[in-house]
């Protein structure tokens, strides 16, 4: 077993041990830019596109519920999941408990806010459109570019053989000419967090992918990616240093070609040239555009270097589907007698309105409101029921994320530690009575009153048992499923009326001891908040898109 095992050993005792550079303070004032900035790229506009009003979070979110009838994607449809999940869609201006309230209000510092989730608020994740000819632009590959809401082309010619050769792992690979493309540009992330942000950014991965799969399951479009690849060559076709950016997942689309296509032309001045067909013969030509760094000084961390090549090792060596079984969630031996939940429901929000309206509450929760058990119950079953479909999975995933809560002010229910059996949808009682105190004690901000919110979920993953089963590349998933499960749990909630917010800043020790995981090899990924806000908090609307 490779370095993986000691990185997330070294990740879970960090508040006891603490990681190097232990004296780390980042250069703020040398910060990147929140996305890549790619110069003389010709830039496409993205369409404007509808949500239909039965697009729920009910259907997007919620296991169990009647698949839609199969459809494709199209440019609309592209251009709005997009936009309803990395886009920029607004801006933060509500007064709450985070250190960087002052800067708010400054235009150069402001924070534009996006559907998904990111750790630190960083938003690492680059997403590219491999683009065949049955798409609606030229064949070629496109930067999607937040900021603008626009495609930036960044090579011209059909270069998607190269892709599912690449996703084929030595196979003939998916059957389209349609592919996203997510890689991570580490020192995004890295300048704030070092060593530790390998953690952050796996995770990342998976806000991103969940917001997809949510609003594409409620339109009957499927996103499943695949994480093990030829990265590599995808790095070589991408033009990107693979030190500087790992590429995590490849999303198949299925596409309507039944759109008009955009006539091929020259490129208008593009430096990229066409490709030798979509066959993947010979190598795959190289994005020559290059991301414009915005720091001066871009530094290097061993451990994330340690990690990052550990991860990227054997990427074609795509685990059979059986692989997983044995990481599965198991039940915690000696729990009490399963308390019933009511059956999870949301009101009638569309996935695109729970995005657009998501936000982390910063300190603004207020116990005077408990949360009801049915609003306890959809946000439980929401989070346990995701999974992101990977190739590493068979069809429908494996459920490798379970979660407990700590239930603070929920009516109808002691405050305690809860297991959450899925398949009974019911809460198994682990540890009696109240545990703000235990809660806040090991929280490392100071921007939450975590015993003020109705209830703390906590996703577990057998994470030694994953690695075991699928290798150090294993790291990735689980960092993708649990942060996929944070976002489910951000649009369920926004969804329910309730406030929320996920945390990694917590001493996970602590938690795996409070619950006695180590009977089960659980390891606590996240802390997951929820419950009432105060009435009317201070805020301004400020809605760009
Ligand atoms: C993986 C992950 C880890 C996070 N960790 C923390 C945390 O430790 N403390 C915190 O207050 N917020 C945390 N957040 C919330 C982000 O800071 C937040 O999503 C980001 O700043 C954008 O703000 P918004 O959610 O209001 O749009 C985390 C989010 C994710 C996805």
New binding site residues.
Partial sequence: MGYARDYADAIKHRARVPMEPADFVPDWADRPRKGKHYPGTESFPLPESDYPSGATAEAGCLPGRQPLPECSFTLPLLSGMLRDSYGLVGR?LGVQANSDLAALPHYTQTNW??GT?????LYPVSVYWACGPSGPLAPGVYHYSNQQHAMQRLLTGDVTGHVRKAAGCGGTGPDTDQFLILGVKYWQNSFKYNSFSFH?VS??IG?VLQSWRMWARARGLRIEPAMWFDEPRLNRLLGTAEEEEGVFAVVPLTWDSGGSREPAGDGGGVPGRPAAGGTGAGEPPSVRHRDVELSRRVLSFGILERVREATAADPEARPAPAALAGAEAVPLPGTGDPLPLPPPRTGPMTVREALRG???S?GRFDARRPVSAEQLGTALAASAGVTLETDAEPPGGRRLVKLYAFLNHVEGFEPGAYEYDADAHALRPVVPGPHGEFLQRNYF?A??NLEQSGAVLVPTVRTEAVLDAVGDRGYRLYGATT?AV?QAFYTVCTALGLGC?????FDNVSYAERLGLERTGETPL?IMLLGHERSRPADFRHEIA
């Fill in positions: 933060r806010s996006r989730a990111s750790g630190g608020g952050v995770m990342d806000t998501r936000r982390s910063f901000l921007n939450y942060g944070s917010g996920v945390a990694l800043g996240l």
